[in-house]
């Protein structure tokens, strides 16, 4: 249920209507607009309650919402969450780009992708130390050793991290050295790991199942929103269909569908989405074009050598430079800012 009170009346009273409902053993989750302050409640509440409240002074409206989600839902926040991690916003105008590695391999590859990223003009660089690969004899990342060497390329090039966690137990140790957390496709339902990240108050990228409904996704963004960590993004990565040209089928009608269903800011991947690299500065563009708040783009500047089998869908640096000045042009067509500084492209 959520209670729309008119911001006419003052911040008094508006106290006063969230104290009557905490009263009645539920949780109220206040979000202040301009003109309106909507109040979502959680847990069961007493039928009664809701005749109640609409007979209060302020209280212009009680809705009886029926998702199973409700703090990812735009029903309960009807402004975007913008997520600000330094001088980066995620989730307003700016276009956020997040570029780099599969995999972090060795403190030179990531230093150097780390200043091409940079150079190109993306504000994030990602890289995984972890790697979750579907066979357990693939390389499986260089653990905490990995996040040294990225939170060392990110500091010295000016840029934020993110990188993926995969259990509880490192959950502490990411977060001390990256900016972002990413939960994997595999992990999407992983509720440990989700309840562990609802803890802290680090940023979670969260990467929507490969079959999973848009449903299922916001229930688990639910579960980080729901321990106390406000700080989510939503990414489509792609989903498994019957198609095998490309390694997933990227759905772009999951940007703007998540964005109406959602406040939550909604990032593209389009190299998992399309698993092929020719496919991705289309899918980057459209992405764009259908509403993404961001982009996280794999680059390698050696991608025939990438320790993961997705060399095939990285970028090469000056295909990913490339993609960044057409980006510039079209994002204010799109709504965006694109207003990362861009240095004399030297590869
Ligand atoms: C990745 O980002 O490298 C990755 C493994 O992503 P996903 O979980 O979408 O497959
Ligand atoms: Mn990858």
Request: proline share 4%.
């Amino acid at each position: 249920m959520i209670v729309i009170i008119s911001n006419k009346v003052s911040e008094e009273r508006i106290n006063e209507i969230v104290q009557h409902i905490e009263k009645n053993g539920v949780q109220a989750h206040v979000s202040k607009g301009v003109d309106r302050t909507v109040v979502g409640i959680i847990g069961n509440a007493d039928p009664k309650l809701s005749e109640q409240l609409r007979q209060l002074t302020g209280v212009e409206q009680v809705v009886k919402i029926s998702k199973s989600y409700k703090l990812a839902s735009r029903d309960f926040h009807p402004d975007d969450t913008i997520i600000k991690i330094k001088d980066v916003e995620i989730g307003g105008e700016q276009l956020i780009i997040m570029g780099g590695p599969c995999a972090v391999e060795t403190a030179e590859q990531i230093d150097e992708i780390a200043r091409l990223v940079k150079a190109a003009g993306a504000q994030v660089l990602r890289g995984g130390a972890f790697k979750p690969r579907t066979g357990p004899y693939s390389f499986q990342g260089v653990g905490v050793e990995g996040l040294v060497m990225m939170a060392e390329a990110g500091k010295k090039h000016g840029l934020l991290t993110i990188t993926e966690v995969m259990t509880p137990e490192y959950v502490d140790v990411c977060a001390e050295y990256a900016d972002i957390l990413q939960v994997g496709t595999r992990n999407m339902q992983n509720f440990d790991l989700l309840r562990k990240l609802g803890t802290i108050k680090t940023p979670v990228l969260l990467k929507r199942g490969f079959s999973s409904t848009y449903d299922e996704f916001l229930n688990a963004a639910e579960y980080i929103l729901a321990g106390g960590n406000p700080n989510v993004m939503l990414c489509e990565r792609g989903i498994r269909t019957f198609e095998s040209y490309t390694r997933n089928t990227l759905d772009l009608a999951a940007i703007p569908a998540l964005q109406t269903l959602s406040h939550l800011p909604v990032i593209s991947d389009p190299s998992h989405g399309t698993g092929r690299r020719e496919l991705v500065e289309p899918m980057c563009k459209a992405s764009v074009a259908a509403g993404a708040n961001g982009l996280i783009v794999e680059m390698h500047t050696d991608p025939d050598n990438s320790m993961t089998g997705d060399g095939v869908q990285s970028l090469f640096p000056e295909q990913f430079a490339k993609l960044m000045v057409d980006l510039e042009k079209l994002a204010p067509l799109c709504g965006r800012r694109f207003d990362t500084k861009k240095e004399e492209f030297a590869v």
